[in-house]
Nanobody, 116 residues
Framework: QVQLVESGGGLVQAGGSLRLSCTGS????????MGWFRQAPGKQRELVAT???????GYADSVKGRFTISRDNAKNTVYLQMDSLKPEDTALYYC??????????WGQGTQVTVSS
């Protein structure tokens, strides 16, 4: 069973930065484009950033220019550098395979709270 563990969340003031990390089993990281997702209270989970195995990235318009996704395949780790954080970035952040057909079970997520 694939397990994903997210970390690095916290409470930060608007304009601040956080770096999230996600580690998981080799099966996902060796074959998949990975993504960071977030879910705010009362809202659906949304995909905010993706990265292919070769390093091509993609971002939701809401985070473009502020978030940077990266991965270290040797460490089975995906990162999300979040700069210029806004209160609307407050959510529970998860990682998983970008393609629904490749996804493993969702982890516990890591909470990001941005105060104004």
């Amino acid at each position: 069973q694939v397990q994903l563990v997210e970390s690095g969340g916290g409470l930060v003031q608007a304009g601040g930065s956080l770096r999230l990390s996600c580690t998981g089993s080799r099966s996902i990281f060796s074959i998949s484009a990975m993504g960071w997702f977030r879910q705010a209270p009362g809202k659906q989970r949304e995909l905010v950033a993706t990265i292919t195995k070769s390093g091509t990235t993609g971002y939701a318009d809401s985070v473009k220019g502020r978030f940077t996704i990266s991965r270290d395949n040797a460490k089975n780790t995906v990162y999300l550098q979040m700069d210029s954080l806004k209160p609307e970035d407050t959510a529970l952040y998860y990682c998983n395979a970008a393609a629904p057909t490749d996804r493993g079970d969702w982890g516990q997520g890591t909470q990001v709270t941005v105060s104004s």
